[in-house]
């Protein structure tokens, strides 16, 4: 599976390689639902894009970022303030006498300080690091689809509700971020050869067992470790890593549309790391031809998949 990708976050890379245009209202819905606080996720870097941005059509969105920004950190300097009351009663605590209760809040009120004091940090800095760029299931990305035979960038959940299906789907089907190629006509029959997307990423990252990274066996008595390794492809672009979307819709809750990576049986390098799967990028000659499918002809879209790009993904461990 692909739990974790770092994705383009500029929309001006879709626009510059493709010539895609923002679905504005999209945009617009989804960041002024987040300043009026709906539980919405979305990459630092893809504020920052915005953000930059001049032009006089995004200026709503970005009025939207200033506001969540503001309550962001006034709701941040609150939880700062508590947990700082939260230590200096502890310490007092402990100075008149030592018991485990005190000595528990307070090492859980310092954990909550440096949390806090980091999140305000990376709320108030500009300068943008490589996790700005990352995305986690429930976390919202640039997508690229068509729509009326035109390139169009969309905001979507990486984490796919398949439209038709019961809210607590995601729950009930937690794994719906990733979309298993052997699997396309039949989980996802849904959404392969109906609605297709494409997201550019340019690292990935992965959960893989110690002992498998090594090539060993436990020893007796030994528990196995989870790391993270990240694989970066050794091409200079971007890869358009293909996806399937859904419009999701449901009485009394907001529309969704949502998107899963599809992932397939992984090249040696990435086998030899440690991990069984493996996401698939496709060709530049082959964007339209996915984007624009159909049901009646899945074979085609299966060609596509099978006619990918095939980089060698150097890994390490994540940091």
């Known amino acids: 599976m692909c739990y974790s990708a770092q994705v383009e976050a500029s929309f001006r890379q879709y626009e510059r ?4 245009q923002l679905d504005l209202p999209a945009f617009f819905g989804l960041y002024a639902g987040r300043a009026a606080g709906d539980k919405v996720k979305v990459p630092k870097a893809v504020d920052a894009a915005f953000k930059r941005a001049a032009d006089p059509q995004t ?3 970005r009025e939207s970022i200033r506001r969540f920004e503001i309550t962001q950190a006034a709701t941040l300097e ?3 303030f508590k947990q700082r009351a939260r230590l200096g009663d502890a310490e007092r605590s402990l100075q008149t006498k030592v018991t485990k209760a005190a000595a528990e809040s307070k090492r859980i009120a310092t954990d909550k300080i440096t949390a806090t004091l980091r999140r305000l940090d990376d709320l108030r800095r500009d300068e943008l690091k490589d996790r700005d760029s990352r995305i986690f299931p429930g976390v919202y990305a640039p997508v690229m689809v068509m729509e009326g035979g035109r390139r169009v960038i969309k905001p979507m959940r990486y984490q796919c509700r398949p ?3 019961p809210a607590n789907y995601d729950t009930r089907f937690p794994a719906t971020y990733n979309a298993r190629k052997d699997s396309l006509d039949g989980f996802w029959k849904g959404q392969f050869g109906v609605t297709h997307g494409l997201v550019l990423v340019s690292v990935f990252y992965e959960n893989v067992s110690r002992a498998r990274m090594e090539h060993r066996e436990l020893a007796p008595g030994e528990k196995d470790e989870n790391v993270v390794l990240e694989f970066r492809p ?3 672009e971007p890869m358009l890593v293909a996806c399937l979307w859904s419009h999701w819709t449901g009485a009394g809750q907001p529309d969704l549309d949502s998107f899963a990576a599809i992932t397939d049986e992984p090249p040696p390098e990435v086998s030899a790391a440690g991990h069984d799967r493996c996401i698939v990028p ?3 000659a082959n964007v339209d031809a996915w984007l624009s499918p159909s049901q009646d002809d899945l ?3 299966f060609a596509i998949l099978d006619d990918r ?11």
């Open 234 to 236: 050794d091409a200079d």
């Open 78 to 80: 609150q939880e700062l």
């Open 17 to 20: 390689m493709f010539g895609a």
């Open 163 to 165: 439209a038709g299906k």
């Open 282 to 284: 496709i060709k530049p």
């Open 59 to 61: 200026a709503d969105i």
């Open 309 to 319: 790009e095939r980089p060698y993904y150097a890994h390490r461990l994540a940091a």
């Open 299 to 301: 074979q085609r879209q």
